[in-house]
């Protein structure tokens, strides 16, 4: 494609991010907010946003942190304990900005302490979610030692979200961040109700790039990065328009200093590049006719939304586009996703007022 040529998509929205609070949430916020229309903001804060209240605090802190004229809409979630109560689902659902509620297998992944290991223990609460219509999210994988890194997200689907699913039929489920090819099969062969979320680092990287060469922390997330087979399994079915398969970037920043460490942070800031990066894969794999479906519908559709009614031109440039290495300074720095190499689409028009307003220095209390 030339130079120049220019694409217009109705504003997508991010189905998978991590905004944390404070500091963090001052850093990361600008680059979702001033693109995407919508995002499912994960609760996986420390501690945990277990209660409605929680989240409606949260995502006033989150709103606070928005410039005038910048309408970014936080969908909040809640965050899943063995000791959810009905009565907090319940009072979830009348909210009308909490999307989903999210699951994370005990010990999966970053601070997912107070996740859930005995599913049987939360069956009330997911036949409430079914009665209600409310999406459960799902961190995919399975946490026990005796099952390769590899292998956790397909035996989690054997053991953990088969059955479950065999139990709630009528259940609205996202598989997030789908990573191997057992897990796009299995939503493939799915009947309505399944979905997945796929993130431009899925899409762009398998665990060469990770692990071969020099091992590269800012590459590491979960689901780890999986054999090429997988992700391109991932990119078929991102292109495929198919409706169960949408954008989510889970991006989730760490601090330089707690990814370069033994026992570093799993998680990958990709806000800056994520875009783009889905644009020109797109591009590449021939499939433009799709990506409005991938970024824009297919996840509004599932979480029964409209689609957001402005639009974003991206125009493809001549020169590689500047992408910051890392924003931030010493103890708060975080490094951006690279996306592989140059990025040679730029968003053009559309950008709501972010990074120039929200990059301000915070006033001294
Ligand atoms: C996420 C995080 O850092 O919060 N990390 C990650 O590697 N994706 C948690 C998650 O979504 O698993
Ligand atoms: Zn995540």
New binding site residues.
Partial sequence: MQAGTELRITRPDDWHL?LRDGAMLRTALPYAAELFGRAVI?P?LRPPVRSVQEAAAYRRRILDRLPPGNGFQPLMTLYLTEVTSLQEIRRARQTGWLAAIKLYPQGA???SEQGVSRVKQIYPVLEALQELGLPLSV?GEINDQDVDIFDREAVFIERVLEPLRRDFPDLKIVL??VSSRTGVDYVRAAAAGLAASITPHHLLINRNQLLAGGLNPHLY??PVAKREEDRQAVLRAAVSGDPRFFFGS?S?P?WVVNKEKSGG???IFNSPTALPAVVQLFEESGALDSLEAFCSLNGARFYGLPPNQDSLILRKTAEPVRVPDSIGEGETRVKVFQAGGPLFWQVVQGLRPGREVLDRPVPAL
């Fill in positions: 991590h994960m996986n992944t970053t601070h961190h997030e961040h997330c979960l889970d989730a760490h942070s799993a998680g």
